[in-house]
Structures are given as structure tokens and as C-alpha cells.
């Protein structure tokens, strides 16, 4: 008896210990914010950036006098200090340990597996997909499962199609893609929020998006790297497939337009790895063949990000501006101006390159270039820029409010590029 019950208890530690190696845990990572005050200071960040993976910079060092947020393992502490002290460079302890912050997550953001679908806390992707492959029957001959390819672990990478069949052969079609950065969780909830929205709600200019076009939402683009947000690292952002020592590439530098050409890494560890060739990872390579299946449907190109509240359009990779623009700067007027109705949240943006940063081989700019959606917007959702630890982990009682303001957003941005005669 003794022996039996010593033996499962070992087992069970030995579990326990398992399960604890699997999950990366951030105890006694500190956060700091730094700034670079000249061009010197900031290339010097920039090649910590690159070199180190016991360091995060979560916003990516781009510009002098911008306070950068950065994640220091503890083994990393003392060099990380002396280097910015030996190099003149200002900084500010913002967290002492990273991983209590986490772990308050963990209990009030998950939902359990047991519960209804709903908008109050963010889902595992198999409790979402579920939930879409409900949606046909419940709406017959409206929705329509799609699948835009296949994950590197296999996933499917699943989407719905709303299509009201009122007479209209062929309606303008828009294409809304979601997740393809996995940590930043609010943007899956956004795309299911506004999915069940245009199929349930009573509000005319929301049932009149739905019936008069035709939609192609993907909440996950990248589901492996979802999932692993899940499982195992709440912090990552890339796709998972092996690249050298390191996992995954960054699936929004990873396009096949200007491809590594500016703002991305070739760093294989570095979280903004472009990849080893345009189209490497199966995420982007799979669904860019489904988009390009659309060409000629899909007139308008939509991509949900978090965080810092901005509305973009191209380019990423230069800092020309596209031929379009003044179309591009009406249409971002109204739409800023319509989420900021509701609950007074501000948002700015503009061209990729100067609003941001450069940041070449993301979606928006192939799908501007390529198939022919001569309106193509980025939306950064909440919180805003300099959100550090809770940046993308937006509390999820925020879901249906930022729901609800994006949706305002994209009524008068769909209303624009129609007003524009894109529509055809
Ligand atoms: C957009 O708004 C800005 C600021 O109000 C204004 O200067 C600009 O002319 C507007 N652009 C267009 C095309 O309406
Ligand atoms: C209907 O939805 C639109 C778009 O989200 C919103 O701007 C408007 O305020 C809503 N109308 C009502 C009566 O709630
Ligand atoms: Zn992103």
C-alpha cells in the first residue's frame, strides 16, 4: 500500500514538475522604460534589441526620445544596467516582477471550458472554433465555414463567410483578419464580437452591413502561436515553426511585398524575424492563396492588432505615400472620429511608415499591392501606446466596449470607401 501511494505521489511531482518546465514563467523578469536621447544611444538599443532574447523590447526600438519598454530576465539584470549606465542611456524601473501580473490573468481572464460563448473573457482557440462551427446551422444558408490553409502544427485556420442571399448576385466583399500576432488577444475577440454582431443585431446600420456585403472574417490567423500564448508563453508573438536555434517568425513581416526590406529582423530568435524567404511560414504562404482566390470580391482589407490605438494604412516598407491617399486620409478621418464617439477613445495613425515605424512584408501592404483592395487598413485596438505590462493584456471586461467602438469605426469606414465609389 505504502509503496503504491509513494509511487503515484511520485508521479504526480514528477508531473507537476513537467508541467511547470513547459511553461515559461517570468519570476523576478523587471520591466524597465528607456529612452535614447540621440542616434548613438538608440543604435546601441537596437542591437541589444537584436541580440538578446533575455531581453523583450515589447514595442521594438525605433525612435530617439520614445520611451521603449524592455522585459530583463534576472540572470540578465546586472549587465543590462551597467551597459545602458556605461552608454549614458536614461532609465526607469516600471515592474518589479513581471510574472505576478501574469498570474493575476491566469484566474480572471480565462474563461472555463464549461461556460456559454460570450464576450466577458477571452477563449482558448478550440472553445472559438467550436463556436464557428456552430454558426452555419444556426444560420443556415448565411454563414459559410472557410478555411484559409493550414497552421506549420496542422491547425486549421478557420474562418466564417456571412453572405445574405437577397437577390444581389455578387455584393462588395470585405475581408477581415484577425490574431496573426498572437498575444495580442483583444484582436480574435474584436473579429467574434463583430462577427455575432452582424448576425444578431437589431441595430439597421449594423444589419445593413451584414445583408449588403459580403464578409470573409478570420479571427485566428495564427493559431499555433494563440495557442502557445495559451499553454506555454503569454508573451508570444510569432508563429512556431523552427527556424535555426529559435521558433517561428513574425507573421506580419513575413508577406511577399518588399519582403525584409526595412523594420524587420534576420535575426531567426528576434521577434520581429522576417523568416528565411518571403511566404516561409505556412500561416501567411496559405492564406495569401486563399485571398488571392478573392481577387476581384474583396474590395476592402481589414487586419486587427493591439496595441496603441491607431488606424493605418500603406505602406509599411517606404515612406512614398500611395496614389490613393487622399481617399486613404478621408476614410481614416470618419473612422477615427466614429470610434472615438462612443466612449471618447482616442485614436491617430496614418501611413504605416510615419505613423509607426517602417515595418516591410505585412498584410495590409500585400493585399493593397496584390489583390487589388485598394482600401486596406491596420487597426492597432486598444489600450493606448505606452501600456506596458498590461499592453497586450487588455482586461476583458474592455472586450465588448472595444467591440462596440470598433464596430462605430468600421460603420463609417465601410460608409467612406462606399461614398469613394470602391464598392464596384
Ligand atoms: C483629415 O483631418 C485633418 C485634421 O482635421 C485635416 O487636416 C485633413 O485635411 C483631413 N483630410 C481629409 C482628406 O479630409
Ligand atoms: C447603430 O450602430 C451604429 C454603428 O455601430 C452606431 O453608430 C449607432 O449609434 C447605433 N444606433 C443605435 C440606435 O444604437
Ligand atoms: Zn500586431
Not at 500500500?1 to 513537467?18: D, E, G, P
Not at 486549421?156 to 483578419?177: A, D, R
Not at 500564448?229 to 506580419?252: E, F, I
Not at 482616442?346 to 501611413?351: A, H, I, M, S, V
Amino acid at each position: 500500500m505504502l509503496l503504491k501511494y509513494s509511487l503515484i505521489l511520485a508521479l504526480c511531482l514528477a508531473a507537476v514538475a513537467v508541467s511547470n518546465a513547459e511553461r515559461a514563467r517570468y519570476d523576478n523578469y523587471r520591466v524597465y522604460k528607456v529612452t535614447a536621447s540621440n542616434v548613438k544611444e538608440l543604435a546601441f538599443l537596437k542591437k541589444m534589441e537584436d541580440s538578446s532574447d533575455s531581453l523583450i523590447f515589447l514595442e521594438g526600438v525605433h525612435d530617439v526620445n520614445n520611451e521603449i519598454e524592455v522585459v530583463v530576465a534576472p540572470h540578465k539584470l546586472p549587465d543590462f544596467l551597467k551597459a545602458l549606465e556605461d552608454n549614458g542611456i536614461d532609465y526607469v524601473l516600471i515592474e518589479y516582477n513581471l510574472q505576478a501580473h501574469l498570474d493575476k490573468d491566469d484566474v480572471t481572464q480565462i474563461a472555463s471550458r464549461a461556460g456559454g460563448y460570450g464576450w466577458k473573457e477571452y477563449y482558448e482557440l478550440d472553445t472559438t472554433y467550436t463556436w464557428l462551427q456552430s454558426l452555419p446551422s444556426s444560420y443556415p444558408g448565411i454563414v459559410t465555414l472557410i478555411e484559409g490553409g493550414k497552421s506549420y502544427e496542422k491547425r486549421s485556420i478557420l474562418g466564417v463567410k456571412i453572405s445574405y442571399k437577397n437577390g444581389q448576385s455578387q455584393k462588395p466583399g470585405i475581408f477581415l483578419e484577425a490574431g496573426i500576432h498572437a498575444r495580442e488577444w483583444i484582436a480574435p475577440a474584436t473579429a467574434t464580437y463583430i462577427i455575432n454582431q452582424l448576425l444578431t443585431s437589431e441595430n439597421d446600420t449594423i444589419a445593413d452591413l451584414a445583408r449588403n456585403y459580403d464578409w470573409y472574417i478570420f479571427p485566428h490567423a495564427n493559431p499555433d502561436g494563440y495557442v502557445y500564448t495559451h499553454t506555454t508563453n503569454r508573451l508570444w508573438r510569432k508563429t512556431r515553426q523552427p527556424h535555426g536555434t529559435c521558433y517561428g517568425a513574425d507573421p506580419n513581416r513575413n508577406w511577399g511585398f518588399y519582403w525584409n526590406t526595412v523594420g524587420a529582423s534576420s535575426n531567426e530568435c528576434s521577434d520581429t524575424y522576417a523568416g528565411p524567404n518571403e511566404f516561409s511560414e505556412l500561416e501567411t504562404l496559405s492564406l495569401s492563396k486563399y485571398i488571392k482566390s478573392l481577387e476581384g470580391k474583396i474590395q476592402l482589407y481589414i487586419s486587427f492588432h493591439s496595441y496603441s490605438q491607431y488606424v493605418l494604412y500603406p505602406y509599411g516598407h517606404t515612406n512614398e505615400l500611395p496614389g490613393n491617399v487622399e481617399d486613404f486620409d478621408r476614410v481614416f478621418n470618419v473612422t477615427v472620429a466614429a470610434i472615438g464617439q462612443r466612449y471618447g477613445t482616442k485614436y491617430t495613425g496614418g501611413n504605416i511608415y510615419d505613423a509607426i515605424y517602417p515595418a516591410a512584408g505585412a498584410s495590409v501592404d500585400w493585399a493593397y499591392a496584390n489583390v487589388g483592395t485598394r482600401m486596406s487598413f491596420c487597426l492597432e485596438l486598444r489600450p493606448g501606446p505606452n501600456s506596458i505590462i498590461t499592453g497586450f493584456r487588455l482586461p476583458a471586461a474592455q472586450i465588448i466596449p472595444t467591440g462596440e467602438e470598433t464596430l462605430d469605426g468600421l460603420a463609417a469606414m465601410i460608409n467612406e470607401v462606399k461614398t469613394l465609389g470602391y464598392f464596384v
